[in-house]
């Protein structure tokens, strides 16, 4: 294909793509331009040649007009002249023809002709002849020469036809060479006889050299004829057609000699060129001048001035088509690169794209459309109509519906957008969006969103359910309660159950996250299987689970609920291999009979779960008043206790422990009080866990320790003192700081400070704990385990950490002595404690049997309101005074 051809087809489809773009206005634009250009040069070309012909015409006709009236005026003398010579001659009496001939062949008469033709420039002057045509006299010559004119046309009409007074005629003359233009005048006697002929006559060159004197240009011509066409002059001399008679041809020419004035335009008999031509005849002679000019030559400037005007037009022509290629080619490169672009990016697109026209046919469509519903892009090309493309969609088994249908009903909403989600045979998910473009058709955008709405599908339900059990978390749980709210007012009456399930933590702290997981999943299992389809079942976060009994509000029903929550709770658990028994607090609120707003509702089952717990789990509360004033309380607990150490509330007390062997006191437990100013003592047990909850707990250890320290320098010998330290002061990462401090500023010895820690200290952060208790270690104080068997796996401590001494619990004491009793445990963590040279001391030994068990068993210390409860300082005091008096 060559170049152009090319560049024409490119050209064709471009222009056709952006049909009603700039581009096209450009071209069309371009070719008015060049077009109006064209038109107005040739308009304007054809104004200047018609008003050059005009001007010309203007110029031969005052040419014209001019010279008649010049010869007019010449001629008119002239025939004065010669009429007062006939005159002259009639006055003579003559009455016929021989008197004539007498009467004028005289000298006298000679004279008489020369005077009045003095002034003549003619050749031969003026002469008579008589009625035979001889010459009897003239104005130039006396005698005259022998010349007769019978035989002239002229002289026989004067003669023969007394109508014709004068006759004008070019006759070969006689006085001399060449032609001669004759006017000749007839003399007529006093009856009217024909006397004889007076005449002049004037050469061509004569009226030829006044034509010259005029200065016409090469290309024009001024000639003389006579009326009846005879050619008399004419400049530039043409001898051959002097004398021809021109009264022939063309209608135009004819016109010439047949009317007084004309002005035309015709090929000329001289030399056959296209003249201008301008005629006038004169007043009182039968001839006409006649100036003519070539057309050539009335167009010279015009023809230059046509050069110009062409070549000005030819070259804005060609310069706004080099303009037009230029923009042209620049925008096809530019349109050619869009187009590259917009290829590019159509077929890169995730989304099949179809844009169709108003009729219906396709005009883009992408490689992606083609894919995504494996169609021929031989059917589905530029140009196929919307209906054969769903057909073929049909026919190739990606399309079901109905195809006539389809079209008509996606044809009938062409001018909205339309958005809808359809399923394929594979299951694929496609959102196609049909969108009305500007030229009256449609843009459809398929979308595989399979994977999004999947997506979504998932985070919507991630968003509304527990990921570890599946169950409806607490945005659902609300949504749900908001409805059951509502329909309170048609009387439908429902229950939240607030399930916590007890000491959750400690299983998933001591045997792993795995298998807490695991437990929950099987305590959301259990929970499902004792409600009913209307209930739901929820999972609030951690250990809490949410029950919502449907249309009841009978307390007699949930009681039942409640107590087959917590049995079906109770049956053991089995957890990748471990055998778990759990336990619940379960908090009922009733709506309406506890509130029938959500959160009013929420707080109440919250309560009656937190009152649950507190009345020793393993239990269900319903919501009572009294709860949320126990809350309250406890607030204003919160904010008391905050004052309390800015004004000495607090005070500590000592516990002696005894040793079991020696029966004397070899070290005291500091245990915090707390004197309210309106409630009185308050219990630790009650306060303790408010300060680590408000954080209080960091300030008040720390008082406490320095209190105990300074308190236990005054002590006699080598009693210890034991401070209780909370995982709160632990996490502080201060503790061995502040340890270090109360030593230093008591000044007692770090060997007789023993730091009472719980197993909790070890199974929130083992690490961190153990490199604490390590450099505690290596201040030289001792460490305790507190409460030694109420966690879950104590014996895995002592493993990790040589602890100085375990205190066992008093859960194992106080049954000491009863039938089936815990002895055994304790025996085996005496021998377990003495196996790592760990002391044992038995907490909370409140009997003389108790005492003398445990000092069979090989325990070595003991705790206990047996010997002691914890008292005040200064008692403390005088009971070491009196125990080192009896030593003494
Ligand atoms: P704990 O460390 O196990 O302290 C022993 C508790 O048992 C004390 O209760 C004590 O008065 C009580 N007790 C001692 N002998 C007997 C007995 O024979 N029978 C009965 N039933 N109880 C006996 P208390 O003083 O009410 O303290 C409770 C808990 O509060 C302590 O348990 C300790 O964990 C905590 N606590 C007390 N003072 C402090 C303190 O200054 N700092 C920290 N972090 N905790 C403290
Ligand atoms: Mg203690
Ligand atoms: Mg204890």
Redesign the pocket.
Known sequence: MSTSIRFKARTRALVRRWSGAPLTWLIVGGFVLMAATAIGTALTVDRFRRSAIESGRASLESTVRLLARHFDREFADFSVLQKSIIVELESHDIDSPDTFRSEMATLAMHEVLRAKASGWSDIAGANVFDSNGVLINSSKRWPVADIKISDRGYFNRLKNDPASQEEVEVVPGRFGSGQAIVFARRISGPRGEFLGVVSRAITPDLLEEFFASIGLSGESSIAMHHQNGQLLARVPHVEAMIGQNFHRGSAEQMAVFDRTFVTTQLASPVDGKDRLVASQMLTDEPLVVVATRTLDATLVTWRTQTKFFVTVAVVSICLLVLTLYLIFRQMTRRLSIEKQRLDTAMNTMTQGLLMFDQDERLIVCNRRYIEMYGLSADVVKPGAYFRDVIKHRHDTGSFSGDVDSYCDGILGTVGRLQSSVVETRDGRLIEIRNQPSASGGWLATHEDVTERVRADERIAHMAHYDALTDLPNRVLMRGHLERRVAELAEGKPFAILYIDVDEFKGVNDSLGHEIGDELLRQVANRLRSCVGPHDLVARLGGDEFAVIKADTGDRAELMVLADQILKTLRASVYCKGQEISIDASIGIAIAPEHGDNLEELLKCADLAMYAAKSDGRRTFRFFAAEYDAKVRQRRQLGFDLRQALANSEFE?HY?PLVDLAANVVTGC????RWHHPERGMV???EF?PLAEETGL?GEI?EW?LKQACTEAANWPGQIRVA????PV?FRSKTLALNVAAALNESGLAPGRLEL?VTETVLIRDDEEALTILQQLRELGVRIAL??FGTGYSSLSYLHRFPFDKI?ID?SFISDIGEPEDSSPIVQAVVHMAAARHMATTA????TEAQREILRRLGCSQM????FS??IPASRLKRLLSAQQASAA
């Open positions: 500590v516990q437990e500091a245990l915090l219990s630790p047990a303790i707990i250890g406490v401070v209780n330290v909370s002061q009472e507190d409460d205190k008093r907490e909370g030994v409140e705790q206990g309101y047996l409860p914890a």
